[in-house]
């Protein structure tokens, strides 16, 4: 049975003060609990129904994290999920992960990404394709938001995500690995080397990439439409799409 005071805290951190406040975020639904169990996330506490805890999906070596039993119209309550998935973890913020050289990797550098969705889907097409990490601006949406969790369906658990100052990144950075910046006029990213490491911008979903960014761009990149554009055509690819496809064409051409 779930507590008051545990209601309270679990539907606190829908907001990212309390997140911060607590160092602690929400992962919910069998899937997202499974894959933090699996990483090396500190899990604070668990609340699941009878389904999930007769299932046995608490690992061995999870044995000390506290698990709290309670009923479906309970997790109901507390859940964010149009239909509430028999768990919901609460799992502390990670201490600050340094951030590396670029050098020998393909980093993701993300300028005011805001919307939530977009960084979740961002995160999970990064780790498919194997990408090293991603660098975020500081005023792009939360890592930790939970409509961010949720749409990386677990790879937050995997892919390291630095949020810095890019303008200053970019400028230590700049002249040792190539920037490649996603922009309607550039290069066809079919047609070019891409090379085996560099940083790639993708910038805000409505307004590109920032003025202060592009002079650090060494190569501009386009993904060409089917057919030239007309009349209601859309104008630009959304940010997650546009992700998606840099990240095969980089891994088509320079396989792991």
Same mark, same amino acid.
């Given at each position: 049975m779930i507590s008051k005071n545990q209601l309270?805290?679990?539907?606190?951190?829908?907001?990212?003060?309390?997140?911060?406040?607590?160092?602690?975020?929400?992962?919910?639904g069998v899937k997202l609990v499974d894959e933090a169990l699996k990483s090396n996330?500190?899990?604070?506490?668990?609340?699941?129904?009878?389904?999930w805890i007769s299932f046995g999906h608490l690992p061995k070596n999870r044995y000390l994290v506290e698990v709290v039993e309670?009923?479906?119209?309970?997790?109901?309550?507390?859940?964010?999920?149009?239909?509430?998935?028999?768990?919901?973890?609460? %799992? @502390?913020?990670?201490?600050?992960?340094?951030?590396?050289? *670029?050098?020998g990797e393909w980093t993701l550098l993300l300028d005011q990404i805001r919307d939530p969705g977009n960084l979740g889907t961002i995160i999970r097409t990064a780790d498919w394709f194997g990408i090293?990490?991603?660098?975020?601006?500081?005023?792009s949406v939360e890592l930790w938001n939970p409509k961010v969790v949720q749409a990386s369906m677990g790879s937050v658990?995997?892919?390291?995500?630095?949020?810095?100052d890019i303008e200053k990144y970019l400028s230590d950075n700049a002249q040792?690995?190539?920037?490649?910046g996603t922009m309607l006029q550039g290069e066809d990213i079919f047609n070019i080397q891409m090379g085996t490491e560099g940083i790639v911008v993708i910038g805000?979903?409505?307004?590109?990439?920032?003025?202060? %960014? @592009?002079?650090?761009?060494?190569?501009?990149?386009?993904? *060409?439409a089917a057919t030239a554009g007309s009349l209601g055509r859309a104008e630009s690819l959304n940010a997650s799409i546009a992700g998606a496809i840099i990240c095969y064409e980089i891994r088509r051409q320079c396989p792991k």
């Amino acid at each position: 049975m779930i507590s008051k005071n545990q209601l309270k805290l679990v539907n606190s951190l829908r907001l990212q003060k309390y997140r911060l406040e607590h160092g602690l975020f929400i992962a919910e639904g069998v899937k997202l609990v499974d894959e933090a169990l699996k990483s090396n996330f500190d899990i604070y506490q668990i609340f699941a129904t009878t389904e999930w805890i007769s299932f046995g999906h608490l690992p061995k070596n999870r044995y000390l994290v506290e698990v709290v039993e309670i009923s479906q119209a309970e997790l109901e309550k507390i859940s964010a999920l149009a239909t509430a998935n028999q768990v919901l973890a609460l %799992v @502390k913020l990670p201490s600050g992960i340094h951030l590396p050289d *670029p050098a020998g990797e393909w980093t993701l550098l993300l300028d005011q990404i805001r919307d939530p969705g977009n960084l979740g889907t961002i995160i999970r097409t990064a780790d498919w394709f194997g990408i090293d990490r991603i660098v975020a601006a500081e005023n792009s949406v939360e890592l930790w938001n939970p409509k961010v969790v949720q749409a990386s369906m677990g790879s937050v658990f995997r892919m390291p995500v630095h949020y810095t100052d890019i303008e200053k990144y970019l400028s230590d950075n700049a002249q040792r690995v190539p920037v490649f910046g996603t922009m309607l006029q550039g290069e066809d990213i079919f047609n070019i080397q891409m090379g085996t490491e560099g940083i790639v911008v993708i910038g805000n979903e409505s307004h590109g990439i920032s003025d202060a %960014v @592009k002079p650090f761009i060494t190569r501009r990149i386009t993904i *060409p439409a089917a057919t030239a554009g007309s009349l209601g055509r859309a104008e630009s690819l959304n940010a997650s799409i546009a992700g998606a496809i840099i990240c095969y064409e980089i891994r088509r051409q320079c396989p792991k």
